[in-house]
Structures are given as C-alpha cells and as structure tokens.
C-alpha cells in the first residue's frame, strides 16, 4: 500500500510562497495522475491541480496562475509550488492521486495571514 507523506508548510503573508512536497512510498504512484487538494475548516476536500505522470497540468480556477505543479517520478514526489498567497488559501494540503486511490496522509498546513 502507498503511503503519503506531505511537508513544506508553514505560517506565511499574504503574497508570499511556500513549496510543499508529497513522497510516496511505492513505485506505483508514479503510473498515476497525482493531485494536490485541500481542506479548509469546515468546507469539503478540494481538488486544487493534478498532474499526468508525462507532465501535464490542470488548475483549479481559484489557483490558476499562481501555483505549480510538478514531479519527479523516479523520487515518486509530487510538489506544489505556491505563490502570491491569499487568506482564502489557508488550508490542510494532501496528495493523492486523482481520483484517490490511496488513504490520505496527515497532511500539511497552510497558514496565510498578516
């Protein structure tokens, strides 16, 4: 079974950046279309972009521009680089892939405030 495993976030201004990185710890991972989401108190898990395993990308509108996707499929890592943060993007982050197949990590925090 795949384990996921996200890091890189943090507490940080409005307009700053931070990356975050998702490690898988199988092989098959990487076969996949892989997805970062997110989870906001009280709201449902959003998808916010997704990646094919040969590099092609899909946002979700609210992100679009401002963040980017990528992978390294022989470290079957995801990441996703954001920038020009808002409030509104205050939010747990997973990876899975997309759909998900696998049981959700613990996530990682995002915090976007002043």
């Known amino acids: 079974q795949v384990q996921l495993v996200e890091s890189g976030g943090g507490l940080v201004q409005p307009g700053g950046s931070l990356r975050l990185s998702c490690a898988a710890s199988g092989s098959m991972f990487s076969i996949y279309v892989a997805g970062w989401y997110r989870q906001a108190p009280g709201k449902q898990r959003d998808l916010v972009a997704s990646i094919t395993s040969g590099g092609s990308t899909n946002y979700a509108d609210s992100v679009k521009g401002r963040f980017i996707i990528s992978r390294d499929n022989a470290k079957n890592t995801v990441y996703l680089q954001m920038n020009s943060l808002k409030p509104e993007d205050t939010a747990v982050y997973y990876c899975?892939?997309?759909?998900?197949?696998?049981?959700w990590g613990q996530g990682t925090q995002v915090t976007v405030s002043s």
């Open positions: 899975n892939s997309n759909p998900p197949r696998y049981y």
